[in-house]
């Protein structure tokens, strides 16, 4: 990504001038107002775009604009019970809005990019803000809401990387050959099963999250979820309940064009041991490639050892 220029430079300063001595009730005014307006900019990418796994990434950063806006707001509400923000005479800190036609992967990526300088802009804007602040309670409402633009800035950042991967592969996630992928990130696995999922007939998680986070997070309702809990938790399916079942999940990537996904691989290999856990998905990865169907795992690196991880390499196509 390349640097903020020096047009930017400039706009920025002229934010951390007007905003530097202002009270914190103009601060929090200001804030305010900035997260209403990037939650309605998300939404109108989000209607923009065709891809699912953007599409899922842009409405969630709108949900969660929204839920800065209710948290700066009832800090607001606290500190000046029956007042409310006031508009402040000072230069948005999000950078204007910007719809691409959504045409190739160089559009997404173009976007996403954009994106990411306005998040970082945001961020550095708050930083320098709460190092120059004129009174401590300034300088802890900028660290916040730069700790908050960082955030959004990592999320983008996800997505924007998995899709100039793919650009380098000179392909896209829907255009993945049937088998088995490998995903060191699980986010990124979830934003290559929601492209996938376009032209598949089903798709199922399991993962140790809950269903409802699941469905909070992909924002649809036609995914099959199921629950790894090592809690005896009804609609929930233990670590060795999930390696029994591996023949039953052979008969689901059998209808073909079947997408798959199994979370936090680590998680079940601890406790029913690496040799079962692997031979489980060994056999998914051999049906989901006879069939026709996909089969994505995640499993955080660094949970695993070095062997361990080399012999899912061996197995798998690694992707992010």
Request: contains cysteine; negative net charge; hydrophobic residues 40%.
């Amino acid at each position: 990504m390349s640097p903020i220029s020096p047009e930017l430079r400039d706009y920025m300063n002229r934010i951390i001038e007007t905003l530097r001595d202002k009270p914190v009730k103009e601060i929090l005014s200001y804030a305010i107002f900035n997260e209403q307006e990037e939650a309605e900019h998300y939404r109108k990418l989000a209607r923009h775009t065709p891809r699912e796994s953007v599409k899922a990434l842009f409405l969630q950063m709108a949900d969660e604009s929204v839920e800065h806006y209710k948290r700066l707001y009832g800090l607001f509400k606290k500190l000046y019970p029956g007042e409310e923000p006031v508009e402040v005479e000072a230069p948005p800190v999000e950078v204007a809005p910007f719809y691409p036609k959504f045409e190739s992967v160089d559009d997404y990526l173009e976007a996403l990019e954009y994106c990411m300088k306005s998040e970082l802009f945001a961020k550095d804007t708050y930083e320098i803000l709460s190092q120059r602040a004129s009174s401590e309670d300034a300088r802890v409402v900028f660290v916040q809401l730069s700790n908050m633009e960082k955030e959004h800035y990592m999320r983008i950042k996800k997505a924007y990387d998995l899709l100039a991967e793919f650009r380098d592969r000179r392909t896209l996630p829907e255009n993945l050959e049937p088998g088995a992928y490998l995903f060191p990130d699980k986010i990124k696995a979830r934003y290559v099963l929601l492209d996938l999922m376009a032209n598949a007939k089903d798709t199922y998680v399991f993962s140790r999250d809950p269903p409802k986070k699941l469905r909070e997070w992909f924002k649809r309702g036609d995914i099959n979820f199921a629950w790894i809990s090592t809690a005896p938790v009804k609609g929930s399916i233990t670590p060795k309940m999930l390696i029994e079942s591996g023949t039953g999940m052979c008969e689901l990537l059998k209808k073909g064009n079947v997408v798959l996904l199994v979370e936090n691989f680590e998680v079940v290999a601890m406790s029913v041991g690496f040799k079962k856990a692997f031979e489980c998905v060994s056999m998914l990865r051999d049906a989901a490639i006879v069939y026709g169907s996909y089969l994505l795992v995640h499993a955080n690196r660094p949970a695993m050892s070095e062997r361990e991880w080399a012999v899912l390499e061996a197995e798998f196509e690694v992707i992010g």
